[in-house]
């Protein structure tokens, strides 16, 4: 069974850091790369970064690099976001996903989890 699981979500103040975590089983990890996404109520979803499981190549989105850092445990099959100096704009449900093309559109992610809700408060 196919599974993607977020955690690490929460409230915190503005100025502070998460981590998010993406847990990933069921498939051929080091075959598919690693996006996250968020989605703020109204708002489209919105790339943030990618990564390749098989080479650690990296891409971030639009003004995305700096506050935002994703890495890879492979053996864990577990990919990290972590996110420094959060703003109350930062609030969205964040999602994680699995596919086999790294890009920071939803459209080519085959497999996603339910998303970790992330709320900053001002």
């Known amino acids: 069974e196919v599974q993607v699981v977020e955690s690490g979500g929460g409230l915190v103040q503005a100025g502070g850091s998460l981590r998010l975590s993406c847990a990933a089983s069921g498939f051929t990890f080091d075959d598919y790369a690693i996006g996250w996404f968020r989605q703020a109520p109204g708002d489209e979803r919105e790339g943030i970064s990618c990564?390749?499981?098989?080479?650690?190549?990296?891409r971030y989105g639009d003004s995305k690099k700096g506050r935002f850092t994703i890495s890879i445990d492979n053996a864990k099959t577990t990919v990290y976001l972590n996110i420094n100096s959060l703003k109350p704009e930062d609030t969205a449900v964040y999602y994680c996903a699995a596919g086999t093309t790294a890009a920071l559109m939803p459209g080519p992610y085959k497999y996603w989890g339910q998303g970790t809700q992330v709320t900053v408060s001002s």
């Open positions: 990564i390749n499981s098989s080479d650690g190549t990296t």
